[in-house]
């Protein structure tokens, strides 16, 4: 599989994630919500200003920056990367189309728009923040390479260790 393909997949969550804030932000205005599964699974309309949960460091110009320089990092990173890696392909393509997704906004409205609002039953927050299809794919990525560098290449790892032998 050629390289290009992965591209097109950080193009197609660009897309997907684009077109998916600009259908919420047409339906949804004013604290409206749309309940999908009660009060547990819902979209809702939310500018973050911030980063990852809302948390407020730099301003859009530092944010921005930041995630040019991340995308950019990660396109050479894929163009020097073995193919034969193709879990961790998938997940730094899926990371740059979320990062990408993210950018444009941060770019245009100097805000993350947000929409998907689910309540997962934890003891640290009283609810999940608000997030977006960029954020999942970023989040998927992640997950992605934590599976390729813990799991597989350290099983790897440990079938080329030499066997060690009681002399």
Known sequence: MKKTY????AIFIVLFDQLTKIYFENTLSDGSEIQLIGDYVKFNLV??????????????????????LA????????????ITRKLELWAFASILGGAVGNLIDRFFYGKVID???????DIIMVRWPVFNIADSFV?????????????????KNESNQPVKTDN
């Open 6 to 9: 992965y591209y097109l997949f």
């Open 115 to 121: 929409f998907i609002d689910c309540d997962f039953p």
């Open 139 to 155: 989040t998927i990525g992640m997950a992605l390479l934590i599976i390729q560098y813990f799991i597989f290449d350290s099983k």
């Open 71 to 82: 995308s950019i990092g990660i396109i050479i990173y894929i163009a020097k990367m073995q």
């Open 47 to 68: 500018y973050n200003p911030g980063i990852a949960f809302g948390i407020r460091l730099g301003g859009k110009y530092i944010l921005s920056s930041i995630s040019l």
